[in-house]
């Protein structure tokens, strides 16, 4: 099993930054792609952003693409999400994922983290 454990969420106003990290622990040697999804209130946990340890490729949802930026080490088996340009729309809890298939992992994980909140006031 692995253990993801997200921190870094919290309150800012629309226009600003706020960077997420994860931890993965366990049985990190596994691990093929980390990432992030978010959850708003109402709807389906959405696909945010993905980085895959083999080439180092990165995937981001077309709603974040220019604002957000994903990056991570693979020895240490930790992945960061800098957001920046925030906008209310982006409040969201948001999951720290991974998975041990080398995949884009658009379509989920199979490892998740409890979450944290991110919430952008208008």
């Known amino acids: 099993q692995v253990q993801l454990v997200e921190s870094g969420g919290g309150l800012v106003q629309a226009g600003g930054s706020l960077r997420l990290s994860c931890a993965a622990s366990?049985?990190?040697?596994?691990?093929?792609?980390m990432g992030w999804f978010r959850q708003a209130p109402g709807k389906e946990r959405e696909f945010v952003a993905s980085?895959?340890?083999?080439?180092?490729?990165?995937y981001y949802a077309d709603s974040v693409k220019g604002r957000f930026s994903i990056s991570g080490d693979n020895i240490k088996n930790t992945v960061s999400l800098q957001m920046n340009s925030l906008k209310p729309e982006d409040t969201a809890v948001y999951y720290c994922?991974?998975?041990?298939?080398?995949?884009?992992?658009?379509?989920?994980?199979?490892?998740w983290g409890q979450g944290t909140q991110v919430t952008v006031s208008s």
């Open positions: 366990g049985r990190t040697f596994s691990i093929r792609v």
């Open positions: 980085i895959r340890w083999s080439d180092v490729a990165t």
């Open positions: 994922a991974a998975a041990d298939v080398f995949t884009t992992m658009k379509d989920g994980g199979r490892y």
